[in-house]
């Protein structure tokens, strides 16, 4: 276990544009507002979705793409540093006219209808991810 202890410098609640790209938005403001590191999550509806299953096995993602209009459920992430790259890592969870909900990792492409992002921006070191041997993805070193 790694404990990173950060405290809140600023929260920032923005209306994300109807449509464009879910995580494509999300990028565009920690990139304007020098957002770095932070958490977030996200309510609101989208017309289309693409989310991702990580295969532990084949250590590759595998992306699901469905056309509709869903809610978004729940959505949460964080922004750290890949490559020297700012990096927005998130989940979502999605539901249907009939309740059913579905997700994984966020991807694109997923148009937002409305949506209201809560962003975080944590006070102290940037969060760097490094390649993880033992699972294949880039995790927090």
């Known amino acids: 276990m790694h404990i990173f202890p950060y405290q809140i410098k600023r929260t920032l609640l923005v209306r994300l544009p109807c449509g464009e790209d879910l995580l494509s938005a999300i990028e565009r403001v920690t ?15 989208v017309r289309n979705t693409a989310f991702g299953y990580y295969d532990q096995t084949n250590r590759t993602y595998k992306t699901l793409l469905r056309d509709g209009s869903f809610e978004i459920i729940a959505c949460t992430g964080n ?17 249907d006219e009939q309740g059913a909900c579905f997700g994984g990792h966020l991807m694109s492409p997923t148009t937002i209808f409305a949506a209201e992002l809560h962003l975080r921006e944590l006070e102290g070191e940037r969060l760097v991810r490094e390649y993880d041997e033992t699972t294949g993805l880039y995790l927090w070193k």
Not at 79 to 95: E, N, Q, Y
């Open 31 to 45: 990139m304007e507002e020098q957002v770095m590191p932070a958490m977030f999550s996200v309510i609101g509806a």
């Open 79 to 95: 922004v750290s540093l890949k490559d020297g790259k700012t990096l927005v890592h998130a989940h979502i969870l999605f539901g």
